[in-house]
């Protein structure tokens, strides 16, 4: 598939998509959040691919938010609508994947950016990195799931501060509150997301796929995320990497999961 906003490249059993519009710090215009969705799909489709990267091109920006020159003459309508649909297609869309999704954010991440990465499984970020949701600067809020997620990861007092500053925080702030997981400098960015994608490859793509679905319980109205835990937790049982997982220990041997 041909992309004009994203590339995409497959090392090992890990995809990397770069979003990929560096003169406009990567801003997500509608093409590119279709381009994020198809991709993602494909790569969490895929047997060969057990993790996946996100990060973007240059050495500026990960993402500088949604594209303000796309959605400056939006009507109410047009808002809601969008916002329902980007939320569908790619911020629901990445936190839902079975696949593990790694940001690795490169720079900028604000609004729409900072909403991806958040809606990203992991976050690492390099040490020039900002991150922020200034939305309220633009006399709109965040509209990707920012109000909820921002608050899910660093508590209502600081996510309420942040937003309603339009403030930005750097990356030691970030890893501070538990923005983001580690920080390094930006010519190691990329070496420490594909450590941590190696070492997710080692263990079993079924309980992943398991352990994520019960983790993101906990923040579906009506679910109850011990009760999916239980269930996830006895399906495992039936699962040809449980066996193999289990044989592996038993024999003192590395599991071989497919
Ligand atoms: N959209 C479009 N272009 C952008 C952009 C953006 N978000 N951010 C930067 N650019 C463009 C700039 O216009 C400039 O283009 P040229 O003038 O060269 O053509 C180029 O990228 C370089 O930017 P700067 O010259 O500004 O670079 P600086 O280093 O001086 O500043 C900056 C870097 C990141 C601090 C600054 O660019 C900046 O403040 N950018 C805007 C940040 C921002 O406010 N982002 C948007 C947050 S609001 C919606 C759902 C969700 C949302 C909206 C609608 N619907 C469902 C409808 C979410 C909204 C947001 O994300």
Same mark, same amino acid.
């Given at each position: 598939?041909?992309?004009?906003? *994203?590339?995409?490249?497959?090392? #090992?059993?890990?995809?990397?998509?770069?979003?990929?519009?560096?003169?406009?710090?990567?801003?997500?215009?509608?093409?590119?959040?279709?381009?994020?969705?198809?991709?993602?799909?494909?790569?969490?489709?895929?047997?060969?691919?057990?993790?996946?990267?996100?990060?973007?091109?240059?050495?500026?920006?990960?993402?500088? &938010?949604?594209?303000?020159?796309?959605?400056?003459?939006?009507? @109410?309508?047009?808002?809601?609508? =969008?916002?329902?649909?980007?939320?569908?297609?790619?911020?629901?869309?990445?936190?839902? =994947?079975?696949?593990?999704?790694?940001?690795?954010?490169?720079?900028?991440? =604000?609004?729409? !950016?900072?909403?991806?990465?958040?809606?990203?499984?992991?976050?690492?970020?390099?040490?020039?990195?900002?991150?922020?949701?200034?939305? @309220?600067?633009? !006399?709109?809020?965040?509209? +990707? &799931? &920012?109000?909820?997620?921002?608050?899910?990861? @660093?508590?209502?007092?600081?996510?309420?501060?942040?937003?309603?500053?339009?403030?930005?925080? #750097?990356?030691?702030?970030?890893?501070?509150? !538990?923005? @983001?997981?580690?920080?390094?400098?930006?010519?190691?960015?990329?070496? =420490?997301?594909?450590?941590?994608?190696?070492?997710?490859?080692?263990?079993?793509?079924?309980? *992943?796929?398991?352990?994520?679905?019960?983790?993101?319980?906990? +923040?579906?109205?009506?679910?109850?995320?011990?009760?999916?835990?239980?269930?996830?937790?006895?399906?495992?049982?039936?699962?040809?990497?449980?066996?193999?997982?289990?044989?592996?220990?038993?024999?003192?041997?590395?599991? #071989?999961?497919?």
């Amino acid at each position: 598939m041909a992309y004009e906003n *994203i590339t995409t490249t497959q090392e #090992d059993r890990t995809h990397i998509i770069t979003i990929n519009r560096p003169k406009q710090l990567n801003a997500l215009n509608k093409a590119t959040i279709q381009e994020l969705h198809d991709a993602l799909d494909k790569a969490n489709k895929d047997e060969g691919t057990r993790v996946i990267i996100l990060t973007g091109s240059g050495e500026k920006a990960f993402v500088a &938010g949604a594209d303000i020159k796309e959605f400056a003459n939006y009507n @109410v309508e047009q808002g809601q609508e =969008l916002a329902a649909n980007g939320q569908e297609i790619l911020f629901n869309f990445v936190q839902n =994947l079975p696949t593990p999704v790694i940001a690795a954010v490169n720079g900028f991440a =604000l609004g729409g !950016g900072l909403e991806l990465a958040m809606a990203s499984h992991i976050r690492v970020a390099s040490e020039n990195a900002k991150l922020g949701l200034p939305e @309220v600067s633009l !006399g709109v809020i965040p509209g +990707y &799931g &920012g109000t909820q997620r921002l608050a899910q990861l @660093v508590g209502r007092g600081k996510a309420m501060e942040l937003i309603t500053t339009a403030g930005m925080m #750097d990356a030691k702030d970030a890893q501070n509150w !538990g923005l @983001v997981n580690h920080v390094v400098p930006q010519n190691e960015l990329m070496d =420490l997301a594909k450590k941590l994608a190696k070492k997710i490859c080692n263990n079993s793509g079924s309980a *992943i796929k398991s352990a994520i679905k019960a983790v993101n319980a906990n +923040y579906v109205d009506g679910l109850n995320g011990f009760n999916v835990e239980i269930t996830e937790f006895g399906n495992c049982f039936g699962t040809d990497e449980f066996k193999e997982g289990t044989s592996a220990f038993l024999e003192k041997r590395k599991p #071989d999961f497919k």
